[in-house]
């Protein structure tokens, strides 16, 4: 009887899915810096309270980002060994962290909408269009920098929510400016701000069930076990895979472990690692798991196993 296991992790442990986007997250958090900077200026010259909302929406942002950044470099840190896995988790708590920050804003959006519906006041819609407009394009410049980081990692994903949030509260605030400038419906502005937040919460909802996810060490979205066992079983000298988990440590970071039933011929072969190559050629290779820990047994040791197998 054996055991063997693919170096994913430790030394040469691959990226995750969030550190190969951290110049990128840098950029963005400079880009948010300086939108919120002018927000506020623009708020207290114009008194809009449409662009102090907009204001903290950026504030969410730039703490969101942030997080998300720290949590890149905490993730690198190496494996220890009280620490098995490193602190990758630490990306996905920011994206947990991160999934609450949206929540929040997005239910800020509505209450503060129907507070707004019931006393609006007077603001400066020229000055309000502008800063909006200065805001929507910032933030359309750092989705433009997010959006392929976010289909990789939940990490990157909050954040990329976030900045999401904030344009859509760039594009109400624009709409709210010019319909005022227009017509002198105040109200306007109260209605955006509660349609942004019920565009918001689902977005939050979404981010928040696949963190979860991870955390519950469910099954990592596109992979069937039960299309791994079958490839397991096809490895020559392998009849039988039992005890089959497999999870997420992070965005990008899948594991696996399983018990392969061996020939007894296979398992006194075992020790050339014959079989163990090819089990973990076949995963790296089918389903893109660099990291898997197998236990080798020969058929007869079968029956001493007391735990249930899956």
């Not at 433009?144 to 760039?170: C, F, K, M």
């Amino acid at each position: 009887m054996g055991a063997g296991h693919g170096h994913g992790l430790g030394e040469g442990r691959p990226v995750t899915a969030a550190q190969a986007h951290r110049r990128r997250m840098v950029a963005v958090l400079a880009i948010i810096v300086v939108i919120l900077t002018v927000e506020v200026v623009g708020a207290v010259l114009s008194g809009s309270l449409a662009l102090f909302a907009d204001a903290g929406h950026m504030l969410a942002d730039g703490f969101g980002v942030a997080l998300a950044l720290l949590a890149t470099v905490i993730a690198a840190r190496p494996a220890t060994a009280r620490t098995t896995f490193g602190l990758q988790r630490a990306e996905i708590l920011a994206a947990l962290t991160n999934g609450v920050v949206v929540a929040v804003i997005g239910g800020f959006a509505i209450v503060g909408g129907v507070r707004r519906l019931i006393d609006p006041g007077e603001v400066d819609s020229g000055l309000m269009l502008l800063v909006a407009v200065v805001g929507l394009l910032g933030n359309l410049a750092a989705l433009l920098l997010l959006r392929s980081g976010q289909r990789d990692s939940l990490n990157v994903r909050g954040a990329y929510l976030e900045v999401l949030g904030d344009t859509l509260g760039s594009v109400a605030v624009v709409g709210a400016a010019v319909v005022i400038m227009t017509t002198g419906y105040l109200r306007a502005d109260a209605v955006a701000s509660i349609l942004i937040g019920l565009m918001i919460l689902p977005r939050a909802w979404s981010l928040l069930r696949d963190v979860v996810t991870v955390l519950l060490e469910a099954t990592p979205k596109g992979v069937d076990l039960e299309d791994v066992r079958q490839h397991l079983l096809e490895a020559p000298g392998v009849v039988d895979v039992h005890d089959l988990h497999a999870w997420t440590i992070t965005s990008g970071v899948p594991v696996l472990s399983a018990h392969v039933v061996v020939t007894d011929t296979a398992a006194a072969d075992c020790g050339t690692g014959a079989v163990l190559d090819g089990l973990h050629e076949c995963l790296a290779g089918h389903f893109d798991i660099e990291h898997s820990t197998f236990q080798i047994e020969p058929e007869g040791h079968v029956e001493h196993e007391h735990a249930s197998h899956a």
